[in-house]
């Protein structure tokens, strides 16, 4: 099965995040079931000046598939029309419900040209997401169902719970299949025991509205017991940045916060496992690759019930909290900046024992084939 795949962001980028992951570890796992021809931008996120260690405007052979980085304006359109109306594929999957370029666009050209569709629409209908830009979205939407775009179109979900944001936000009738996101399979290799008088904390993620960093940090106001707080990621919101700014600045002298720079994917789980405690409260994920990394570096996570992550208590790897209770996020980290060394470190172990035993399966694997079966064999 031949799937020509869209995407805004792709290796050698990584500011993209978690949809660059996704679709690298769908085309390493699935590939003798699926080939992929993956059309993206020539550019990192927020960047002004294309890949020099690529081709631009042509086909790259990256990993184990074939990658076309699409050049800017109206080249850039006239080269995707062109690959798409080649037909040199059985399906076009399409990863966002918002990118005019690498979305709406191609899904028109599909549309005329009478060709299955999947789309991924990558946490797009949470609450959280949706909040933002929102008189935008709404009449995105609108449109959307105005034109009937979804008909025939199969909706990738990650979980249960997107599949109730694609449905809350499109209506009862559209066709979704449930295909989680294949994680993470590079684990911690050494489990230090607590050494430090502080807990070391980190978050790793674009520093947007949509990740929440804001109100971590706010919530840090409430910490009696000493913690370090190391950010990673790219700063995409200067705006945003410049708030958080000013509360890391009124933060008691007691809590230490720092921005670290941008990772590669290939630093993310090694610097994870260096830390003590993820905590990043996001306003919504379908599914968070960091998330899934931060288990398999082997770390206890603090996140919000905003992501198919959940009951994470019960099963001793976690906390997942309610937004509208800041209060609760503050009683677990004082909690855990007063735990005895020897018992985070048996979390920390309990926490890699799951995260091994998840990742191991090939559930999501074989979900995520029977997917694209079911389109291409869609009347």
Known sequence: MKVLLFTGFYLPGYKGGGPIKTIKNLCSKVNKEITFNIITSDRDLGDTSSYTSVNCGAWNTLDNAEVFYA????????????????????IVYLNSFFSPRFSFFPLLIAKLLRQKVVLGS??????????????????????????????GVVFQASSEYEAEDIRRALGSKVDIQIAED??????????????????????????????NLLAALEMLRSIQQPVLYHIYGPIEDLEYWAK????????????????????????????????????????????????????????????????PWRHLEQQGIGWDLPLNNPEAFSTVLNKLATMPPEQHLQMRQNVLAWAKNKFSQRDAIEANIAMFKYAYEKK
């Open 71 to 90: 050049q800017p304006g109206l080249l850039g359109y006239k080269q995707i029309t062109k690959i798409l109306f080649a037909k040199n594929y059985d």
């Open 122 to 151: 990558r946490g797009e209908f949470s609450e959280g997401a949706l909040s933002l830009k929102s008189g935008k979205k709404q009449f995105f939407i609108k449109l959307y169902k105005f034109l009937r775009l979804h008909k």
């Open 182 to 211: 294949i994680g993470a399979q590079e684990f911690a290799e050494v489990l230090p025991t607590r050494a430090s008088e502080s807990l070391k904390i980190v978050f790793i993620s674009r520093i947007s509205p949509k990740k």
């Open 244 to 307: 958080c700014e000013a509360v890391i600045s009124a933060l008691p002298s007691h809590v230490q916060v720092e921005h670290k720079g941008e990772l590669t994917p290939d630093e993310v789980v090694p610097t994870l496992a260096a830390y003590d405690l993820f905590f990043m409260p996001t306003k919504g994920e379908n599914y968070g690759h960091v998330i899934a990394e931060a288990l398999c570096a082997a770390l206890p996570i603090v996140i919000a019930d905003t992501t």
